[in-house]
């Protein structure tokens, strides 16, 4: 399989053989054969969609009857229905999640939300208007279609939790151009593993950069073997990595090198746009992209407004009942008062006054100072992001509710005064206006929330640098599906309280 031509592949570089450079990318190959990654996305899905209906079943069944309008409840008639699996697959094949490879997270949950509510909607209508419709339960149906949007998603997540780092799981891709770029894409790629794509090579022209290795991953030769690694090792994906090359050149690299791989997924120069629900365009033969403006249109701005209502009233109903008992122990773990309130900047710059549980001892800054005045090696951790791992001032209490992120749920009063969103850029006070720089603009285009990815990223393990980046990113390619997937995440990291202190 790796034999390979001779005045190509046995040349030596760097005192190793091209042979046992293939060797070595043998050692780490992936498959190629994406069935693999269907078959558990398939098994996966058709579980949670068994389990889901099944579930709704015995959650109707068992509803008191005073409750909810009678129906017929009998087992077999919804078992007969089990030729309908072969319709939610064929609905997620034509949505391109199988084998869902290159599909980013919140792009799966937008295509798994789409596929699941119309076939449930087909299912729906076929069914009550047809005359076996009396005998099923409008209710089952509908808590079936909640659950399975919620079971889907999880399910997919849970698979690629078991199997993302397999050596079978996913396809190996070639990333032409060992640059800035190139280094990114790689690095990306290996911490995004639910994109499916895994680098084993990087072919660059510059030979200076011949055998060094990009985050594991060896620089083995120049773009001419492109070819060989297609034709001759499998391999079927390739990521061109070479933003600043000049039209003419590009497509002669495209023609004589990427041409033979299957797939070719091309980095442009447009860093800094939004990437996300980003659409080609053929202008009259000329390859244009169209990005969509988010925050200028009425319905994405609705529909973020009204997972902000729906998010902030469940959570009232849920989690208000916990804010009496943690204001207890708060008088209990410390003397001070039960909240704090804080002056930061949210949508269009304008301050506003948000609210938290207090998680600090009285005379903090006192306390901060004289603490930083017997550690002076730990001014260089506080000047840098104003955060300590260990940081004196917090309670006990004060760092549990932090890890869990309660000292924030008083802030869901500021989402009903509408001066924050239930997700968005954590809010920032003046101090730290200055350290958005340019990205200032960007952030004062969205309320700040409650959550974002921020939270969700690594929270406090993450730099400042990292931190504004992802706050750029969540406003250019800010969406209900974004927003969604945020609010999922939230939840684990919550739990978990990684990054938090």
């Not at 550690?375 to 932090?402: A, I, M, S, Y």
């Amino acid at each position: 399989m790796f034999d390979v031509k001779e005045d190509k592949l046995n040349v030596d570089l760097w005192g190793m053989s091209k042979a046992n450079i293939l060797a070595s990318i043998k050692e780490n190959k992936l498959s190629t054969e994406t069935w693999i990654m269907s078959g558990f996305y398939l098994f996966s899905d058709l579980a949670a969609i068994i389990f889901a209906v099944v579930l709704a079943y015995l959650l109707r069944k068992w509803t008191p009857a005073f409750m909810l309008p009678p129906s017929v409840l009998a087992s077999g008639a919804y078992v007969e229905l089990w030729p309908a699996v072969f319709i939610f697959t064929f609905a997620y094949i034509m949505s391109g999640l199988y084998p869902g490879v290159g599909v980013s997270a919140v792009e799966e949950l937008r295509r798994t939300t789409v596929a699941t509510s119309m076939v449930f909607a087909i299912l729906s209508v076929w069914i009550f208007l047809s005359r076996v419709g009396f005998i099923y339960s409008r209710a089952v149906f509908f808590i079936a279609w909640v659950l399975a949007l919620l079971f889907v998603p999880l399910a997919r997540a849970a698979i690629r939790y078991l199997f993302d780092d397999k050596s079978w799981w996913g396809v190996s891709a070639v990333v032409m151009g060992a640059a800035k770029t190139g280094a990114d894409i790689v690095k990306i790629l290996k911490n995004t593993k639910a994109l499916g794509i895994k680098p084993v090579a990087i072919l660059d022209d510059d030979a200076e950069k011949h055998g060094k290795k990009i985050e594991g991953i060896p620089v083995i030769g120049s773009l001419e073997l492109a070819p060989e690694l297609a034709e001759k090792c499998n391999i079927k994906w390739a990521i061109m990595a070479m933003p600043g090359l000049n039209r003419k050149k590009l497509h002669e690299i495209w023609e004589e090198n990427a041409s033979y791989f299957h797939h070719v997924i091309y980095i442009p120069d447009l860093f800094g746009f939004a990437s996300f629900g980003v659409l080609p365009k053929d202008l009259g033969g000329i390859l244009g992209i169209e990005v969509r403006q988010q925050l200028l249109r009425l319905g994405p701005k609705i529909a973020k407004a009204l997972v902000d209502t729906i998010v902030a009233v469940a959570a009232l109903v849920v989690l208000m009942p916990l804010v009496p008992f943690i204001a207890l122990l708060i008088k209990l773990d410390s003397k001070g008062p039960v909240f704090y309130k804080q002056t930061r900047y949210g949508k269009d710059g304008k301050p506003f006054k948000a609210w938290k549980f207090r998680t600090m001892v009285e005379n903090a800054d006192v306390v901060l100072k004289e603490y930083l005045a017997k550690h002076p090696e730990l001014k260089e951790e506080w000047d840098k992001d104003q955060k300590l791992r260990n940081d004196p001032r917090v309670t006990c209490l004060g760092k549990f509710l932090r890890k869990t992120g309660l000292d924030e749920l008083p802030q869901i009063f500021n989402v009903i005064k509408g001066e924050m969103s239930v997700v968005g850029p954590r809010p920032i006070v003046q101090d730290e206006i200055k350290k958005y720089g340019k990205c200032y603009s960007l952030y004062t285009k969205v309320k700040p929330g409650i959550t974002g990815l921020w939270q969700v990223s690594g929270r406090n393990d993450v730099s400042y640098e990292e931190r504004v980046a992802l706050d750029a990113y969540y406003v250019r390619n800010w969406s209900v599906w974004l927003d969604l997937y945020i609010l999922a995440r939230t939840v684990p990291v919550a739990l978990f309280g990684k990054g938090a202190y």
